[in-house]
């Protein structure tokens, strides 16, 4: 039977929250789609067997964690009030005992504030918990962002002048085509095909441009290079990655920019090595 929120003092609760560039609707269908929840929910290395999701006031939420010490962690949970799109309110029946409390906002730019509460009956309980739940629910809110990203986009591509074949891995270390061309931390991939194909006309060698389509194979997260003040939102579903690409095909029906816009990103960019900017790889 379904149950109320219990009410707490700020001693009984652990809050985190954060902006998603992803529009409400997205980011609760991320939570209540159980074939969404299952690729995200859980830290950095976990993954889950669901054995139950009834989403309903009253329905079960039954699952199994796998940890990366191949450790199995049983969790019961029953929801106890759901709004949708703006409320998911389950409680636990696994120890440790708490309520969560998940609501989505609308913020600015058609993006989403998620606040995610952890309610606990005593504040002891709360502290116990709190010791490791909190770095564990910003790897949990990393994988989030990763699945959204997925969900908003069914293909990513690679600009490159490299000679690629089927199953082959595009990965970090070579040098970036930008700046002092130092050694890259990251790859970028796009979920845009005209933001792929500056990529492949501006990468450095005299070989023929080429765009790949890929599959990120670990998490990814917006390209900073892209999403400054001059680019609020990242509207050309720029992104980057530690982890390698996968190639899954080549894009050969593409069509370059102009001459003449190609010159003005290449003086543009030559302004920008002698300045000495370089790409963020923060």
Known sequence: MATEIIPTTPDCEIISSRIFNAP???VFRAWADPNHLKNWWGPAGFTNTFNEFDFRIG???SFIMHG??????PNECEFIKIKEPSLIAWKRFSKPLFQVVATFEVAPENKTLLVFKMLFDTARECEKVKAFSVDKNEENFDKLAHELIIMASQSFYHGTKANLKRGDLIEPGYNSNYGQRNKAKYVYLSATLDAAIWGAELAFGEAIGRIYSVEPTGLIEDDPNLTD????GNPTKSYRTKSALKVVGEV???QGHSPE???QMKDHLEQLKQQGIEAIED
């Not at 990366?68 to 962690?73: A, E, F, H, S, T």
């Not at 003040?229 to 609020?232: R, T």
């Open 24 to 26: 409400r609707e997205l």
């Open 59 to 61: 329905g079960r939420w």
């Open 68 to 73: 990366p010490d191949k450790g199995n962690y």
């Open 229 to 232: 003040k001059k680019f609020p």
């Open 252 to 254: 050969v029906d593409w």
């Open 261 to 263: 816009q190609l010159k």
